[in-house]
């Protein structure tokens, strides 16, 4: 399992008691000190003198959760990898029933459920993505459709995430969401269990309790790189359109909801960056995508301004340039996932 750490002192002998007290004993626990300037160092280190089955890694310079993680894919070398974060905590027979669960069914995703721990210490159980998750697969969705949030709550063959090369992109929030959907969509099968618990806290200082101007800026990038990746994976347009809209959602929302802490020109600018990434659907014409932006938000008269806007002229101006004039402009992206 991997866990990066930055300045979790407070909750961080917890989570580590929990990993330590799993019923399967045969795991690797690979902690990763994001430049904590806390005691959260000092505390992997005393725990990792206690069991022989923590590795401690320091990073030189702070990279956030994102990369942090995928240092953690490249040193692990158990059959399959999951994801804890420093203040939460986890059953104990929370690894291994996940393991009995993808050993017996042959997944290349297991994935159990979560509670929610509120900031009074109520536990509120999630139940409904696992049952939608359910539901979608009987009725013939595509599982890239339906887990698409709580990546903690599952492992991941070892094998597929090294296969495809499938790592967390280096943005500040979200990159779970692009995360699950690489993984989604080279999953062969997915097994399910709900009798044991993610336990996720809510806290004051949890990254969806701190929503500032970058928050928002990686939801803009974190839509980007789902839409990047459907046009570069053959996909039938009906489902093209779908997972567009579903990963376009969290960017609509915000859109209709920017906090008063965020001010006026970041509004505007959201917007307008968000209407250059709409032009990117494989299917429809730009117009019409872009009134999506702001449907039934603030009427016709903002559609006019972001048309008029200069980042969405040049963003309109460039998708209409050749490929091979693009590729001679911004080079070809040769990674592939």
Not at 95 to 112: G, H, R, S
Not at 180 to 186: A, E, R
Not at 192 to 205: F, G, K, V, W
Request: hydrophobic content about 35%; glycine content about 4%; proline content about 4%.
């Amino acid at each position: 399992m991997i866990l990066p750490v930055y300045n979790a002192e407070k909750h961080l002998r917890r989570c580590l008691d929990s990993l330590l007290a799993q019923t399967l004993r045969d795991i690797e626990i690979i902690l990763i000190n994001d430049c904590s300037t806390d005691q959260s160092g000092v505390i992997c280190e005393e725990y990792a003198k206690k069991d022989a089955r923590i590795t401690v890694i320091h990073n030189d310079q702070n990279i956030r959760q994102g990369p942090s993680r995928n240092k953690g894919i490249e040193l692990a070398r158990g059959e399959y990898i999951g994801f804890v974060d420093s203040d939460d905590w986890i059953d104990p027979d929370y690894y291994e029933k996940l393991y009995q669960a993808a050993i017996t069914e042959n997944a290349d995703i297991a994935k159990t459920e979560a509670i929610i721990v509120e900031r009074d210490q109520q536990l509120i159980p999630q139940k409904t993505q696992n049952q939608a998750i359910r539901a979608g697969l009987n009725a013939g969705k595509p599982l890239y459709d339906l887990f698409r949030y709580e990546h903690w709550t599952a492992i991941y063959r070892r094998d597929m995430l090294i296969q495809y090369h499938i790592r967390y992109p280096d943005i500040r929030n979200a990159q779970d969401d692009v995360f699950l959907l690489y993984c989604t969509w080279h999953c062969r099968k997915i097994a399910l269990i709900s009798d044991t618990y993610y336990y996720y806290r809510q806290h004051d200082q949890s990254v969806l309790a701190t929503k500032k101007t970058p928050y928002y800026e990686s939801i803009l990038r974190c839509f980007e790189l789902q839409v990047d990746f459907l046009n570069r994976v053959e996909i039938p347009e009906e489902q093209y359109m779908e997972s567009f809209f579903l990963a376009f959602y969290p960017v609509r929302y915000h859109a209709a909801h920017l906090p008063e802490e965020v001010n006026l020109q970041f509004g505007a600018e959201y917007r307008q960056r968000a209407a250059v990434i709409l032009q990117k659907c494989r299917f429809g014409g730009a117009e019409k995508i872009l009134a999506l932006l702001l449907a039934g938000l603030d009427g016709p008269e903002e559609i006019d301004r972001i048309r008029k806007s200069y980042t969405y002229r040049i963003g309109n101006r460039l998708l209409w340039l050749p490929n091979k004039l693009m590729s001679l402009l911004f080079g070809k992206n040769e990674n592939r996932l």
